[in-house]
């Protein structure tokens, strides 16, 4: 089997004589990254590309071998013109075989440090560096993603399912637990994305809205509604019924109860969950006239305005 002569190295890597050692350093990048293996798997072509781009960045890459080559003193592979060695250590390519082309090879001159091509490839690939030569992909996690889900407000207090699409367009079903507060993330473990190298999948980061209910708002763990009352059971009191996500309840509502006093129903809001307590149900009392014409309602608001006036708003005026 014969052997091919290497190419100038500075025609490989498509640089002239007089360029930087950082343009150097960005050609081989751009080159490498196009011809690896990796991109390439079935291309003997590109392989062989790669091969040589990266003896060439052997040369180039290092300040004292491309100061050789530059004066005449080592060829395109790396090797002296006409004698064995240098003194003081001499020129040694280290890997098995000493061959160019390896995946992995180190260099000696003149006594000083190695330099080592795998270095870069890490780098570009994350590439490790195996024993004899070899480097391969390490494998990655993948990344998490983040995604919402709405859910009615009987979902929240009772738990359910509910669903969500990836970008991927993968539809995902989520075990929404009872009482799960508007805000809450949920993970589902293995299903973001793929890890790179055949790393573990990263996670689903699901966070869960609570739609908007026609009566009762949500206030943290508690639930709020604003209860219309009639004037004569605001000013009488008296027995009334209200509406909970579980049912009605019958409040007892005090005499002179003024629009915007607030009831308490303990534990009939969001129940305990994840070692919070229940919530409570705040009832806020709004007082509604009745519609049509009400000719005695209105003696009396005279009569009142006349013998019993009163300020409700004084302390605004503080």
Not at 49 to 61: M, Q, R
Not at 144 to 162: F, I, M, N, P, Q
Not at 166 to 174: H, S
Not at 222 to 249: C, H, N, Q, S, W
């Amino acid at each position: 089997m014969g052997f091919r002569t290497m190419r100038d190295p500075y025609q490989v890597l498509g640089v002239a004589k007089d360029a930087s050692q950082a343009d150097v350093k960005k050609a081989f990048r751009k080159l490498a990254k196009q011809h690896h293996p990796d991109q390439n798997p079935n291309d003997p072509k590109a392989q062989a590309k790669f091969a040589e781009v990266n003896s060439a960045y052997e040369i180039l890459g290092d300040e004292k071998k491309r100061g050789a080559f530059d004066r005449g003193e080592i060829d395109a592979e790396g090797k002296p013109r006409g004698f064995e060695g240098f003194p003081g250590g001499g020129f040694r390519r280290g890997g098995p075989g000493g061959g160019p082309g390896g995946a992995h090879s180190e260099f000696h001159f003149g006594g000083g440090a190695p330099f080592d091509a795998a270095d870069i490839f890490s780098d570009l690939f994350g590439m490790g560096r195996g024993r004899g030569g070899g480097g391969h992909a390490r494998p990655q996690p993948g990344a998490d993603v983040a995604l919402d889900t709405h859910v009615s407000l009987e979902t929240a207090l009772r738990g359910g399912k509910a669903r969500v699409l990836t970008p991927a367009g993968k539809t995902l079903e989520v075990n929404v637990p009872a009482g799960v507060e508007e805000g809450k993330q949920i993970r589902l473990r293995g299903q973001g994305q793929p890890g790179p190298g055949g790393g573990p999948a990263g996670d689903a980061l699901v966070t869960v809205h609570i739609q908007k209910h026609p009566h009762f708002r949500v206030d943290g763990r508690d639930l709020r509604l604003d209860l219309p009352v009639t004037l004569y059971e605001a000013v009488l009191g008296g027995k009334i019924e209200a509406p909970t996500l579980g049912g009605k309840v019958e409040l007892t509502l005090p005499p002179k109860s003024n629009s915007g006093k607030t009831l308490r129903l303990r534990g009939k809001g969001l129940p305990a969950s994840g070692g919070q307590p229940a919530g409570d149900l705040l009832i806020t009392l709004r007082i509604t006239l009745p519609d049509g014409d009400w000719a005695e309602l209105e003696e009396v608001a005279k009569t009142m305005q006349a013998k019993q006036p009163y300020d409700p708003r004084v302390e605004l005026a503080k």
